[in-house]
DNA sequence: TTGTAAGCGTTATCAT
DNA sequence: ATGATAACGCTTACAA
């Protein structure tokens, strides 16, 4: 059976096709009534449903947007996809999504999947190839990018104060009475929360220390698990250990515990994201946390409303989530950490 | 500046509209080299790109497709999502996800948002409302289940074999000297599961000890946490469970070490699933695996070669991985676990 | 080997 | 309040 079209549904209804997109549009035309009711009805009993790509094709506009990511497995960003999909689909769009891979390697041939795609904007993150800039600079597309407010200027961004949240983990973890927080940081990106933490140390460390408290490995589970072994391995290692992403983190608790330490007696740690996975590790990681749901909106409302937004850059709040990892909370407390924000002014 | 269309290559390259189509299409008729040469010097002069849209109402096709799922923040869904991407993208696809949440709420207006999208195909994961179903038969979308083979032997599934796998689980426990093996299932799915742990147990149990021995949560690491210290806290407890999800048993490890017990001595766990991340739990996971990455590849074949694979129903062997929360491997191995294949009858 | 032109299902402008 | 119709950019049968 042939899917009906809008002119079976006009000739069923006896109206003109122009009446029917009147009444599925809701304009610009009003329309009567009674033609309105006859149109509905003729619509469903032809279970007529409007072809969406001759409507992207006429409005130019597809109602579906990307999200390119390095990988949807990272919890950061199952997080974020699922909120983005959540309001992208209140908004009456749809979401693609495209894996970049660590390497950045697929960055190029995604981006010109989703622009091939029509998607109506894109959100990037963790995206940083050149290439890729130039790319989406030519392409004209609706784009914002959730990583580098700094690099392109030009660019609309979101993000938090990557600076200031370093600085605040790496400071709770010495008012726990560290003096030495080492640093688990990606590859090659994140270099704000790298700096961050550095400016920190560098009033108790020499330049030599820093590199020694330092170690780096790529944004998975795996990465910061080989990262914390071989730091931790090493002749001094930190007793305290800030990391740059929670699925590093994951890895890092993963090894702390295979070398049979213990979190936070003999390493404490405090990872940056503040993921719902992160709760459930044992112990339970405290984490500067991300309101990635208000990202995702913001996220989503920007490429979805024509510019109506006029700001270049937004800055999100980030609090601090006091749990198990950094001694703040003893695993003994079963079920009854708080996970209110943390303030140091009330200790 | 206006996009160049097929129209202004053409007048640039001195040639027709079709030569065009030809050229970028690789036919339907050919092209001299010279011709050739020159339209794709035009193409690059304009930065032409090809209108998805206009080439998707010709062709009634789209080259994308649905995953619709529970949550993607469910890392079995998320790795699922991530190799299904990567396949799609390798085939020319683009791949738009819905999430329908825990109790299905949104199951049908994720449907129909992407029926309306225009879709050609779409994978069901974790879908079971029946006015989806009669949404989707009606509407003659190409579909694939990964859940119900059973419940709908008219629409192509893929899955496991859930009975076996589950006993394999089960009696992969009992062989590790225990006599009892609790259940932690979904609310209301996966019934096969539970079923044939059910079976399985029926041969050293009453009936009510079965009752006694089984808890249920949702698919969420919340959800097994909380199952879990539902089921450790009564009278009698089980010392081994298993897990009918890799996310719950995060929940469910979480909460045996929150009441002070050892993992495997206290408890033994296995689940099934065997996402990336069910190794980086501690102790980590002994899971049944599904080969996720075949699976998705297969889904997506599925969906996008217009019905050359003739089988209703494929079914993909699962692989039993012995790791540290059954008691296989110990803790102190760090790093040196067996990754490979268990098997019994080597025992 | 290349050109012409019809048609895919919409939307919206211009008539009526 | 409604009808007729020209576009939107592409593919492809048919002509040359």
Redesign the interface.
């Known amino acids: 059976m042939k ?1 009906a079209n809008r002119e079976d549904v006009a000739r069923l209804a006896g109206v003109s096709t122009a009446v029917v997109s009147y009444v599925i549009n809701n304009g610009p035309r009003p329309v009567a009534e009674a033609t309105r009711s006859r149109v509905i009805a003729a619509m469903d009993e032809l ?1 007529y ?6 409507r ?2 006429k409005l ?1 506009r ?3 947007i990307g999200l390119l990511m390095w ?3 990272n ?1 950061y960003f ?2 974020m ?2 909120y983005m ?2 309001r992208a ?1 209140e908004r009456g769009y ?6 970049t891979g660590q390497d950045g390697i ?1 960055e190029t ?2 981006l010109h ?6 998607v109506d904007g894109i959100a990037l993150s963790g995206v940083r190839r050149p290439e890729t800039l130039t790319a989406i600079a ?3 597309v609706n784009v914002i990018s959730m990583d580098w407010h700094l690099a392109a200027p030009d660019i609309p961004s979101v993000g938090i104060d990557d600076y200031g949240a370093t600085r605040e983990a790496v400071e709770h973890l010495l008012w726990h009475g560290h003096t030495e927080v080492g640093l688990i940081a990606g590859i090659d990106d994140l270099t704000l929360r790298e700096k961050s933490w550095s400016d920190t140390m560098s009033a108790r460390c020499t330049p030599e220390r820093l590199k020694e408290l330092t170690a780096y490995g790529d944004f998975t ?1 795996q990465g910061g ?1 080989q990262a914390a ?1 071989d730091l931790l391995k090493r002749p001094n290692p930190p007793k305290a250990i800030f990391v740059s992403s929670d699925v590093q983190a ?2 890092v ?2 090894a702390v ?4 330490l213990n979190i936070p007696n003999d390493v404490a740690i405090i990872s940056l994201d503040g993921t ?2 992160s ?4 112990p ?1 990681l405290t984490v500067i946390r991300l309101p990635l749901d208000e990202i995702a909106k913001h996220v989503v409302d920007k490429l979805t409303s024509h510019g109506a937004d006029e700001r270049m850059h937004t800055t999100f709040p980030h609090t601090l989530i006091p749990r198990e990892s950094c001694g703040c909370v003893s ?2 407390h ?2 009854r950490e708080d996970v209110r924000a943390f303030s140091h002014s009330q200790s």
Chains 1, 2 share one sequence.
Do not use: C, W
Not at 94 to 99: K, P, R, V
Not at 113 to 118: H, I, S
Not at 257 to 260: E, F, V, Y
């Open positions: 899917r279970r449903r409007p072809n969406a790509s001759a992207a094709l130019a597809t109602n579906v990988d949807i497995t919890p199952s997080e996809a699922k999909q959540e689909h749809g979401l693609m999504i495209g894996n697929e041939a995604e999947n989703m622009l091939g795609r029509e030519r392409s004209g589970r698990y072994i994951f890895g608790v993963r515990q295979h070398l049979g719902d996975a709760a459930f590790t044992y339970s695993p003994e079963a079920g």
